[in-house]
Nanobody
């Protein structure tokens, strides 16, 4: 069982930055970790994913060049640096872990989910 706890969300103005953190307690080996978000009235969507060793990352098109996913396996932490935030980035952000080293953007690939952290970007 992998327990995930997100933090770092908040209310910010457009154009500013936030860094989300995902603490992975009781991790097993070889977990790819992804970030997803869900806006009110919309389906959960993929944001970014990082492989177990951090040698592979992938982003949804709308955040490329603005968001950076990273991880520190020694600390069991995964981060999402979000720059140049836009109102359309608003939503609840979830981190999720897959029982494999590499994963893509489909929620069904992920076995463990955190409770989410709210990000609100005002215009």
């Amino acid at each position: 069982q992998v327990q995930l706890v997100e933090s770092g969300g908040g209310l910010v103005q457009a154009g500013t930055s936030l860094r989300l953190s995902c603490a992975a307690g009781r991790t097993s080996s070889n977990n790819a970790v992804g970030w997803f978000r869900q806006a009110p009235g919309k389906e959960r969507e993929f944001v970014a994913v990082i492989s177990w060793r951090g040698d592979s990352t992938s982003y949804t098109d709308s955040v490329k060049g603005r968001f950076t996913i990273s991880r520190d396996n020694a600390k069991n932490m995964v981060y999402l640096q979000m720059n140049s935030l836009k109102p359309e980035d608003t939503g609840v952000y979830y981190c999720a872990a897959a029982r494999k080293s590499y994963a893509g953007g489909y929620p069904r690939e992920y076995n463990y989910w955190g409770q989410g952290t709210q990000v609100t970007v005002s215009s």
